[in-house]
Structures are given as C-alpha cells and as structure tokens.
C-alpha cells in the first residue's frame, strides 16, 4: 500500500495567518493526490483534486502544490471557518490511501 | 443538486448482519463511481471500496474484503455497504461518497454503525 504522511500532526494558527500543510507519498503518485478539510463534527469537503486544481466553490486562499513526492497545501491567510483535520487522499494505486489528518486550530 | 442520504445509526450486536444505504439524487447514477469510506471513533478516514454502478464492478481494501460487500440497485439510485457477520472492530461511522473528476466530491452525512454485546 501507499502510505501517506502529513506534517505537522497538528497547529494552531491566528487569524490571517499563511498555514502550509505537508504531505508524502512512501512512492510515486502522480498528480493522484487530493486534499479534503474535515470540520468537527462534520462530513468531509474536497478543497482541491489532482495536487492542484481548486475545488468549485473553494475559497481561493487554498492552493495546492506538488514535488515529486512531496504535496502542500496552503492557506493563504486563516479564516475561522478554516479550522479542523485536513486529509490527503491518494488514488493512482490500489487501495487509495488518506494520510492520518493535521488538526488545525485557532 | 448532487446529494447523498444515508440510512441511519445502527446499533448491533456481533454476528449479526448489517445492509446500510446512500441514495443518491441530481445526477446520473450509474456513470459515477461510488465509494465507502471509514471513521473510527476519533481516528482518521480509511478507503473502504468503490464500486461503479453501471457494471457493478468493484474494487475493495484488502482490510475490509471479506469482511463487507457493495452492490446498488440501480432502479432506485442507491449504493448498500452489507456485512454478514459484524465484529466489534466494525464499528464507526461509513460514509458514501461520489468520485468526481479525481477526487470524492460528494459526501453522504454517514452512518454510525455501532457492534457491541
């Protein structure tokens, strides 16, 4: 299987602050890796697909990023809206995998 | 407007068997995949399979095949996670998801289902 990791684990942040959110596949996904915020209590959103393309609806303060491996997700300034678990999530290999989550708060 | 409902809070016990739902409204059924997705209890998420209405073809999770099964009915636009034999281990809340582009786009509330003697 594919393993995910993220970092940090958790982070608290303010208000207006540029957050960056880091994840790794353990081997070469392609672009396959999507990003999804979960707020407490609530259902998982996808924020952005295929490394980098915006969501519909998303807020353009959230970008994503790729190198080799490496993926980020960035918030360009925090909102409080914005806090909760952000997941990566791939789906070039079988069994699509999610990275344990990094919590964010205020 | 593309929406999920699932079927609601399940308490059982183990052994017994289990078929929850997630119908689906506002677009074309049978030409989206469909996937199941875990959460333990204050864990992360974990993939459970997918299965693509049209064909009824499916591609499962090592961990849970064996354990759970998909299957739709395509004539009421709804997807069912089945098990015959609950474990303890099984509980959590599953939530059905549409595959969008790349991504699941589209979440049901999820179904807590929860296996206790």
């Known amino acids: 299987d594919v393993q995910m990791t993220q970092s940090p684990s958790s982070l608290s942040a303010s208000v207006g602050d540029r957050v960056t959110i880091s994840c790794r596949a353990s081997q070469n996904i392609a672009n396959y890796l999507n990003w999804y915020l979960q707020k407490p209590g609530k259902v998982p959103k996808l924020l952005v697909y295929?490394?980098?393309i915006l969501q519909s609806g998303v807020p353009l303060r959230f970008s994503g990023s790729a190198s080799g491996t490496n993926f980020t997700l960035t918030i360009t300034s925090l909102q409080p809206e914005d806090i909760g678990t952000f997941y990566c999530h791939q789906t070039f290999d079988y069994p699509q995998t999610f990275g344990p989550g990094t919590r964010v708060d205020l | 407007d593309v929406q999920l409902l699932q079927s609601g809070t399940e308490l059982k016990k183990p052994g017994e068997s289990l078929r929850i739902s997630c119908q689906t409204s506002?677009?074309?059924?049978?030409?989206?995949?469909i996937n199941w997705v875990r959460q333990m209890p204050g864990k992360g998420l974990e993939w459970v399979g997918r299965i693509y209405p049209d064909d009824s073809g499916t591609d499962y999770n090592p961990a849970f095949q064996g354990q759970a099964s998909m299957s739709t009915d395509n004539s009421i636009n709804t997807a069912f996670l089945q098990w015959n034999s609950l474990k303890a281990s099984d509980t959590g809340i599953y939530y059905c998801?549409?595959?969008?582009?790349?991504?699941?786009?589209?979440w049901g509330q999820g179904t807590l289902v929860a296996v206790s003697s």
């Open positions: 506002g677009y074309s059924f049978t030409t989206y995949w």
């Open positions: 998801a549409r595959n969008g582009n790349l991504g699941l786009d589209s």
């Open positions: 295929a490394s980098s």
